[in-house]
């Protein structure tokens, strides 16, 4: 009886643990192209990538004619949100998304321009 009690406590144990257990997975994880729209130069394609190194978010963008990635200034995500800040062509940039469905995102950049982002599968 004392064994059949020891292993039902484990297995309760295990449960709860993994229950509770965080994952380093974030929907915002992986590469994007991110559209921005109506900026004075026309509409404009970001490629964006973002992962999770030693548990914090890292945001990585190509800026147009450019062939290497460029680290992101702050990239955070909270919930349903992603907010970033980055320097491109000279100008320092705030961008804030928010999931639309599994693979689409929406927001605005400096609370100006629309922004749709598509997850690249």
């Known amino acids: 009886m004392k064994k059949?009690?020891?292993?039902?406590?484990?297995?309760?144990?295990?449960?709860?643990?993994?229950?509770?257990?965080?994952?380093?997975?974030n929907f915002f994880e992986g590469k994007w192209n991110v559209l921005v729209k109506g900026t004075p130069e026309g509409?404009?394609?970001i490629p964006m990538r973002f992962e999770i190194k030693d548990g914090k978010m890292k945001g990585y963008f190509t800026a147009k004619g450019e062939q290497t990635e460029t680290?992101?200034?702050?990239?955070?995500?909270k919930g349903d949100e992603?907010?970033?800040?980055f320097t491109i062509?000279?100008?320092?940039?705030?961008?804030?998304?928010?999931?639309?469905?599994?693979?689409?995102?929406?927001?605005?950049?400096?609370?100006?321009?629309?922004?749709?982002?598509?997850?690249?599968?």
């Open 89 to 121: 062509s000279g100008y320092d940039i705030t961008l804030l998304i928010t999931k639309k469905d599994d693979d689409h995102a929406t927001g605005k950049l400096m609370d100006m321009f629309e922004v749709e982002a598509t997850r690249v599968k």
């Open 4 to 25: 059949v009690s020891m292993i039902l406590f484990a297995l309760i144990f295990g449960l709860a643990t993994a229950g509770f257990a965080q994952t380093s997975s």
């Open 82 to 85: 992603l907010n970033m800040a």
């Open 43 to 45: 509409d404009a394609t």
């Open 71 to 77: 680290e992101m200034a702050s990239a955070e995500a």
